[in-house]
């Protein structure tokens, strides 16, 4: 499975790349390649400074390993060595009313003392994180990971979605999500139903839907016009996506503590951020009412 | 000690706040009055938008109540309740000339579950972060504090100079200090040589010092002329700030994760921030300099 799964987040991280420059029309990626210390590597593609997305991060890894003690921990379960690869992305554009969106897709595998595989399994998902919230793109997102779930198991989405919410939380704001949400699932192993190629195919499915639940909301918002105050207002809401991933994201924090690639894991960040004490929208604004929705996530399909 | 503490840092919140504006000369702090649900509560104090100073906060609180399974962990000790007061500040000013200052200083009792206090101890410090180095200002800084340091133990400053460098280090990039240090200390608590009065003492002369050390500085660097280059240095730098407090600093973690007022513990972030992937400055300039001091902190007095 190691393999297979390599080389298709390997095509796939060609695949979106391609399709954000090609919306782009401009900027390129630049492309770093880097090797880690204890085994493996990756490639990490960057675009910065495009006329449409201000930053993007696409990096894919596959790095292997002993499990360490911080490493067994975080994983809630245990082995003597390990071997991990998937994508991860995060793409924010300049016009606030582009949403800002993340994906990640990965397979894990286990290993005893004599290198038998003790264990394997599927993580992954993607939310979308809005400025000013457009309904129908919410809907749409959702609706085409939904239309990838359906077809593998009816009980997939709404168990994910709901992951999803939990998980993109930043609780220390009144339990304010990152965002409208999306699907999020981790530990997807063979069972009694379903073996590991039925999980392989999932993920791809997932992985497949990303441009096509992404680029056309781009396409649809990317010539609205906007004034300094909605940019200064993306700016703030940046603020609350730099807290949840350096505050509650579980593999940022890992990552960093682990001695991993600092500048692939930090890609995510956004290019120019704000903090203000106490800033509040005004009441019945726009802005108020997607955190009323931040805060209270809905059913999109 | 829990009621002369308490009076100190009112006081020392008051004249601190007066010495900022009147440098300032223009804006004035605005004053939140806080509650706490399970105990006490605080006054934050914040300045923006100044001439001098972009974005400030002076905050005090005295918190009590029970403690929980979390602040038992991070005391690394034991108790049915606890008291806290204390004075935090950071001050990010405009000119990228100007440093950055942080300072806290507080107090902690611990009691048993007949309310006999068990345990006591003071801790605090103040610390540096130049966007640019002038050499002089980090021997001001460090020769004040340890003017005060000497008055008590020829030992508290080498020390605490140390436990500084340590603590404000954001090891995830190559052991890069935060700035130019200062002073940190913790759980100073009476002993054979000491009571609990001349740590009072101690920690009253620290206080006593931060204006003294910190604004001549501000005085001799906010009409120095800069660009916008190094203006976005600034903001670049201000993104490690931000990495710092969000993922290695213990009170900021242990306050958004154990309910504290998310406002007031995030007051400390800089106003307008960078993050660029693999930012690096130009060998032989200005800005790698202060790289290389901050990943290997000198002796400055």
């Known amino acids: 499975m190691k393999e297979p799964f390599e080389k298709y987040i390997a095509d796939l991280q060609n695949s979106i790349c391609q399709s954000i420059e090609q ?45 360490t003690p911080a490493l067994a921990a975080q994983l809630k379960t245990s082995g003597a060595s390990f071997f991990a690869t998937g994508i991860s992305l995060v793409i924010h554009p ?49 609706q085409t ?17 709901l992951q999803c919410d939990n998980y993109f939380n930043n609780t220390h704001r009144g339990h304010e999500r990152r965002g409208v949400g999306g699907i999020f699932y981790d530990y997807l192993r063979p069972n009694t139903s379903h073996d590991e190629n039925f999980f392989f195919e999932f993920s791809k499915a997932c992985g497949d839907s990303f441009v096509k639940a992404y680029l ?4 649809r918002r990317k010539n609205l016009t906007f004034t300094d105050e909605q940019r200064k207002w993306q700016e703030l809401r ?21 001695n991993g690639r600092t500048e692939s894991i930090l890609m995510s960040l956004p290019p120019r951020v704000r903090f203000e004490y106490d800033d509040k929208p005004v009441a019945g604004s726009k802005e108020e009412e997607l955190i009323r929705v931040l805060k209270n996530p809905r059913e999109w399909v």
């Open 145 to 161: 990971f939904k239309s990838a779930c359906d077809r593998f198991d009816p009980s997939f989405y709404p168990t994910f979605k």
């Open 23 to 67: 919306m782009d029309g401009n900027e390129k990626f630049k492309e770093d390649v880097w090797q880690r210390e204890g085994g493996g590597g990756g490639v990490t593609r960057v675009i910065s400074n495009g006329i449409i997305f201000e930053k993007g991060g696409v990096n894919r890894s596959a790095v292997f390993g002993e499990v």
């Open 216 to 219: 056309p909301i781009v396409e």
């Open 94 to 142: 300049v016009n606030p009313m582009v949403p800002t969106v993340h994906a990640n897709f990965r397979y894990f595998e286990l290993y005893d003392q004599q290198k038998n595989k003790i264990d394997g399994w599927f993580g992954g998902g993607a939310d979308l994180t809005p400025y000013y919230l457009f309904e129908e793109d919410a809907v749409h997102f959702h």
């Open 238 to 258: 940046r603020g609350r996506y730099v807290e949840f991933n350096l505050i509650h994201d579980r593999g940022t924090i890992f990552g960093l503590k682990s």
